[in-house]
């Protein structure tokens, strides 16, 4: 039968592909199951049992189960952080999969570029009280599983980004991904892809999941762009 909820999520949980999901990501995923959307939360292969090459299989399966009750018009595609990055991965395979792109993209601190040589990062890297990109690096190298960490499939900001459906970026620029967030989306719109960037002045990582001011701000834009 077709879904009653307004619209689906596919979400996909950070935690730099080694680390598990956690309550604060079940907390802001049951905030949009009470706004009445359905949410699927595939739990992907974790590094360095799996690796990016497990994910796509996975995340298709799921998709398409999900296409048997949605038009891909109601259907958006979400992340945080690894998963934001995993996120853009997979719509960017969707064409070689053969599945249709969905309706959005809403990514959250997403985590484009695992290679992380932007000389940008080392001042946003000065004042994130969370990440550093020694730790990152061992994880990236993990999930990359010997192939270069400049794949698409690992970092998608090196993809096709023509032919995405419109994309909602959300960073702070306390955030160690800002730079190549910033970076996505000027490559977004020189791709013809409609995007809108939200950027929170001191916020850090993931903010949109976080009980602070412009987090909550963030999850009130955030259910507006499902709505919409």
Known sequence: ????????????????????????????????????????????GLAPEYSHRDAPGLLASV???????YDPRDVAFMGDSAGGGLALAF?????????PQPRRLVLLSPWVDVAMENPELAAVEAVDPW??????????????????LADP??????????????TDLFVGTHDLPYPDVLRLERLLKSAGTPVSLQVADGGV???PLLPVPEGRAARKRIL???RA
Do not use: K
């Open 1 to 44: 039968m077709p879904g009653t909820a307004s619209c689906a999520v596919l979400y996909l949980h950070g935690g730099s592909y080694i680390s598990p999901i956690s309550a604060w990501h079940w907390r802001f995923i049951a905030r949009l199951a009470a706004a009445g959307h359905r949410v699927e939360v595939p739990l992907y």
């Open 63 to 69: 998709y398409r189960q999900l296409l048997e009750d």
């Open 91 to 99: 719509a960017e395979q969707l064409t070689e999969l053969s599945l």
């Open 131 to 148: 990440l550093s990109r020694a730790g990152l690096r061992v994880a990236a190298r993990a999930w990359a599983s010997g192939d270069p």
């Open 153 to 166: 499939r690992i970092s998608p900001v090196n993809g096709t980004l023509s032919g995405l459906p419109p």
């Open 205 to 207: 990582h993931v903010y």
């Open 224 to 226: 507006e762009l499902l």
